[in-house]
């Protein structure tokens, strides 16, 4: 497996870094791409940390971390982890869908329950196969849940997606299976070079009403922080042969106005190859390890 690193530069910061460094700029940042191994990393990491401690500053927009996998990695692997690539606002809460918060958690805010159909905004959902709003809800097409049926996957149902009170093409994915354990060899943080604190005050991120502060590690458990680094780490207590799409007992992100936390998702090898082999669009995946 080799992992690669794109980091996305603030302009006011990269003058810090020595040249060349293979850099492109977008016409906002710079645009990075390296490995551990790169001595530009390990510069990235000491400037990142510079910026951070001396001027209070952010050097990177966001990280994101693509890994390649041979064939045989692909072929050994009986779990992947997937998730939508695309992501599009309005939210489900701003069209009138429905939750629960007085069952979620107290500290964290996730577990909050849907308890009405997902509304959404005619016209704002990507034409892809499968998205998911800031909010979380995950919305798939006709055609995934043709092809789902028609291939006969399990651990899933499909709810129709609303615009007002008129039915749409789109349906929201709901896993069914039973839910798989995140260990403690996962890693998560607010980027690849610093780990992610167990809260924040509020009044620096926004209005929550549900506590004076945000938390992105609940100490009861149930949210695991803001940001996958390393691919996820699951225990092998869930027969894997028995579905074909999973979610996490556990959530990341943050609980912060309009934003959820999310599960992490999870598939089957035969999930996998359907939406290669079906060209479904909208997707990502990396394997995920079991433990």
Known sequence: MKEIFEFRVYERYYDLLSKPNKA?????????????????FEELRKVDEYVSSNLKGIMFSYTT????????????????????????GPTGEQCGTEYDDSVACDICGSGGRQISPLFLAK????????????????????????LFKEKKMRGAIFKPVYFNKIISKFHQL?????????????????????????????????DNPRQDYVYYKCPLGHLIGGNLIS??????????KDYDIFESIQYYGV???????????????????????EKLTGFDFQIARVK
């Open 174 to 206: 709901i896993p069914t299976s039973e839910k798989l354990n995140i260990t403690s060899s996962t890693v998560v943080g607010r980027n690849v070079f610093n780990a992610m604190p167990e809260y924040e005050k509020r009044s620096s991120l926004g």
């Open 231 to 240: 691919e996820p780490y699951v225990d092998d207590r869930v027969n894997f």
């Open 123 to 146: 016209g704002k959902i990507p034409q892809k196969d499968i998205s998911r709003t800031f909010g979380g809800e995950v919305i798939v097409s006709e055609k995934f849940v043709r």
């Open 65 to 88: 971390i693509k890994r390649a996998y041979s064939d045989q990695e692909l072929k050994d692997s009986k779990l992947f982890h997937f998730w939508p690539i695309k992501q599009f």
């Open 24 to 40: 492109l700029f977008n016409g906002a940042v710079y645009i990075i791409k390296t490995t551990r191994q790169d001595p530009v």
């Open 255 to 277: 609980r912060l106005n309009l934003l959820r936390p999310e599960p992490l998702y999870f598939c089957s090898p035969e999930f996998r190859e359907m939406v290669i082999d």
